[in-house]
């Protein structure tokens, strides 16, 4: 079994936010995800020190390896397939970019800053079972 297969669950997580989901806010459900105010977004990414971005997108950017491009973006493709929200991830040589958005709230929600979480978690976990040699690259 693959650092990747132990790692993550082989079914959706269907308690984790999806694209067009109800949201909960103060214990009542909303329609949609609401996008979050600048002024949040700055604090909440605070948090994330691997990240950048603004109230359009989240952003991690990576270098890894070449012989792992392949399995590290599958894995990160897993990962947010898993959570059942959207993301893109992107590669030019050595260099993978993450990046999500909630595409119907028009930017970014509070589903992108827990999917950013989970992926950092997940990375962290891959590379302490699995001896991978993912680096971000400083910001």
Not at 69 to 85: A, C, K, P, Q, Y
Request: hydrophobic share 35%; proline share 6%.
């Amino acid at each position: 079994m693959s650092v990747m297969d132990r790692l993550l669950p082989h079914k959706r997580d269907d308690t984790a936010p999806a694209g067009d989901h109800v949201d909960r806010v103060d214990g009542f459900a909303a329609s949609s995800p609401v996008p979050l105010a600048r002024a949040e977004l700055r604090r909440k990414l605070g948090r994330l020190p691997d990240w950048t971005g603004d109230e359009h997108a989240l952003r991690r950017e990576l270098n890894v390896p070449p012989e792992e491009l392949g399995d590290t973006t599958e894995f990160l493709e897993r990962v947010i397939e898993v959570s059942g929200h959207g993301g893109r991830i992107s590669t030019y040589g050595d260099h993978l970019t993450v990046e999500l958005h909630t595409e119907s709230a028009g930017g970014v929600t509070s589903y992108d800053l827990a999917l950013a979480q989970r992926i950092d978690h997940a990375l962290l976990d891959a590379r302490v079972l699995g001896g991978g040699h993912v680096h971000r690259i400083p910001t």
